[in-house]
């Protein structure tokens, strides 16, 4: 039995749950292309619970897909490293991108006819409802390039290493750049999206910061706690405030706007998940129900929005103003029982003979 790591079981728990939590906070700004909040409330809590915590889910979960695939085994192909990869998680996805297709149509959520047109762009593009499954696509993308970087990996030194994390922190201001200087940069235009940056920027960054982290970065705990908890509150509290800033109660804006520095590759989220994901390696046990919910996760965040949806309308009550709940008990209450019904299922799934093909 393949022995497990338990700072990254902890991390695929507690960053599982922060992903319900980012999508619970969203019921009370975002509809759609343009969002708004409705009160002083719901602008600071979404600020602490989506900013300061939520953030850092899924650059964490990219971590700790590089942190336990790269370098690749000795000897493994490029072709056998994508067997095993893609056929552990495309069947799932596909599975839900069906189910997401088709299923709201059976209580009316859109017509059958809707639901036929989303299913046919599904070899294409997330429907409607799959909107969390976009982290698919560059998950995907790190396993298709996880082979070619694999060998420079592993015969880079700190430095060299050092030298491209510095180059990707600095490709994470473009962002900023894109909405405060110039919507191109860098060679950008509308004939090229591919600027200067272009290959040394996104979720690699992650990849390769996890690699040096695992390899080069020789700190004791103390080290890591130190720098980890100060590196997460900087980050965190910069990325709350980023949102507080913009969300300015009764004014609609567009959602990219208001979100300004909530992208995963800012300068901001990348420092508190350094820091998170430092203070993660500390931990060097974990009981044995953390064990068994970090193999249920896949399948958790798959179905989680099924979920969620009718938790979220259900403690709303139709007024994201006035909640059934206070908004500071609303939102972490959506998020933990989203995460309980996802934990249920995906263990009673699990029960079934193939269910591997369904949550992973």
């Known amino acids: 039995m393949k022995e497990r790591i338990a700072f990254v079981d902890y991390i695929r728990v507690i960053a599982c749950l922060l992903v319900m939590i980012v999508h619970a906070s969203e019921q009370f700004y975002n509809m759609g292309p343009v969002s708004q909040v409705v009160n002083e409330d719901n602008r600071l809590w979404v600020s602490v619970y989506d900013g300061f915590f939520g953030r850092i889910s899924v650059p964490l979960f990219m971590i700790v897909s590089a942190f336990l695939l790269v370098p690749m085994k000795a000897g493994m192909t490029m072709s056998q490293f994508y067997h095993r990869r893609f056929l552990r998680i495309l069947p799932p996805f596909v599975c839900f991108l069906v189910l997401y297709a088709l299923l709201p149509a059976t209580w009316g959520a859109f017509t059958w006819n809707e639901a036929i047109e989303q299913l046919k762009m599904v070899p294409f593009n997330f429907p409607l409802w799959g909107g969390h499954l976009w982290f698919m696509y560059p998950l995907i993308s790190l396993y298709l390039i996880i082979p070619v970087v694999s060998p420079w990996l592993e015969k ?78 900087i980050g965190g509290l910069f990325t709350a405030w980023s949102f507080w800033w913009k969300a300015v109660p009764d004014v609609q804006m567009e959602t990219p706007m208001m979100e300004w520095s909530w992208e995963f590759c800012t300068p901001n989220v990348l420092l508190a998940t350094f820091g998170a994901f430092l203070l993660f390696t500390c931990i060097h046990k974990a009981p044995r129900w953390i064990n068994s919910l970090a193999k249920l996760t896949f399948g958790m965040y798959l179905m989680h929005i099924f979920f969620l949806i009718f938790i979220a309308e259900w403690l709303i009550g139709g007024d994201v103003a006035h909640p059934l709940l206070p908004v500071w008990l609303a939102i972490p209450a959506i998020g933990l029982l989203t995460f309980l019904c996802c934990a249920v299922t995906t263990k009673i799934i699990s029960l079934i003979p193939g269910s591997k093909y369904i949550i992973g």
């Open 156 to 233: 880079a030194s700190a430095k060299d290493e050092l030298t491209f994390l510095g180059i990707f922190a600095f490709s994470t201001l473009i962002p900023w750049l894109h909405r405060f200087v110039s919507p191109e940069l860098w060679g950008e235009c509308f004939w090229n999206q591919y600027s200067a940056l272009w290959y040394c920027s996104g979720y690699l960054g992650y990849l390769v910061l996890a690699h040096y982290i695992r390899v080069h970065l020789k700190w004791g705990q103390r080290k890591k706690l130190t720098v980890g908890a100060i590196s997460f509150v």
